[in-house]
């Protein structure tokens, strides 16, 4: 009778340690980002110190969090490839149950839409250069404001390229996106449709606006860019995508 009493006991003890566990995984949302952001900084820890003897063996690996238009670059060695998947894949993960809990208490999430962007400004790798003995990745955040001057020279000409080519049948679904000028009230339209080189363009654009706000920021302009209360239309006139404008 003592045996079976101790069995019941030792199951029901089993039961209530079982409970508790799956009660204490119900992590709140400021956990979950905890958790995500101490994979991000293994994974910024990981790639610290690749010598530049193996800069020809970097790759640059990129990827997105859920619900997020940012993406993320690291560079990253062969040797190192395995453990910087599994902080990666811990770091989505988290990202995910940071939003699931978010929704389950009610809370919304917007899902990023390129087409509702007016600029595309995300950071963007440019190289991968040797400092200091280690490989570091140049982006459009750390570049040095001389050579991002150049830069911007270079992907302009790229731009209007773009704009004297590109072409249109009537049949895609075109949208609208913009580059900065020379100053925050001052904007270019770009027509685009995801049917035509939509990577490359995209990458080109926010190359290019990340560099330029940069710029202005180092410049000491601060401000915001205020397209107005316009709604763009791009229509396909004569072969070639325009936009036009409507007030609301």
């Known amino acids: 009778m003592k045996t079976k009493l101790t069995f019941t006991c030792l199951v029901l003890f089993g039961l209530i340690a079982v409970f508790s ?23 910024e820890q990981l790639i610290a110190d690749i010598p530049c003897e193996q800069q020809s063996d970097v790759t640059i690996e990129e990827f997105g ?3 997020s238009c940012h993406l993320w670059y690291f560079p990253v060695t062969p040797s190192i490839k395995t453990r910087f998947v599994d902080f990666r894949d811990r770091f989505l993960q988290y990202r995910s149950n940071y939003v699931n809990a978010i929704q389950e208490k009610g ?6 839409f390129d087409q509702d962007m007016s600029f595309w400004t995300d950071t963007q790798p440019v190289r991968v250069d040797c400092v200091g003995g280690n490989v570091k990745l140049i982006t459009t955040e750390n570049i040095d404001l001389e050579e991002a ?12 390229h773009y704009k004297d080519t590109v072409t249109c049948t009537g049949d ?27 990577a490359t363009l995209k990458k080109v654009l926010s190359t290019y606006n990340s560099l330029k706000f940069r710029i202005l920021k180092e410049k ?21 995508p325009v936009i036009r404008y409507e007030k609301q």
Not at 21 to 43: F, I, P, S, V
Not at 149 to 160: G, H, R
Not at 226 to 232: A, K, S, T
């Open 65 to 67: 969090g859920a619900f």
């Open 220 to 240: 000491g302009d601060v401000g915001y860019v205020d397209i107005g209360n316009r709604i763009p239309k791009v229509e396909c006139v004569d072969g070639k």
């Open 21 to 43: 566990a799956c009660k204490k995984e119900k992590l709140t949302t400021e956990e979950w980002m905890l958790l995500a952001n101490d994979q991000l900084k293994e994974m």
């Open 172 to 198: 895609e679904h075109w949208y609208h996106t913009a580059v900065i000028g020379d100053g925050y009230d001052d904007f270019e339209d770009i027509p685009y449709t995801p049917m035509h080189d939509y």
């Open 149 to 160: 001057e150049s830069l911007v020279v270079e992907l302009y000409e790229q731009i209007k």
């Open 107 to 112: 809370g919304i999430v917007e899902i990023c």
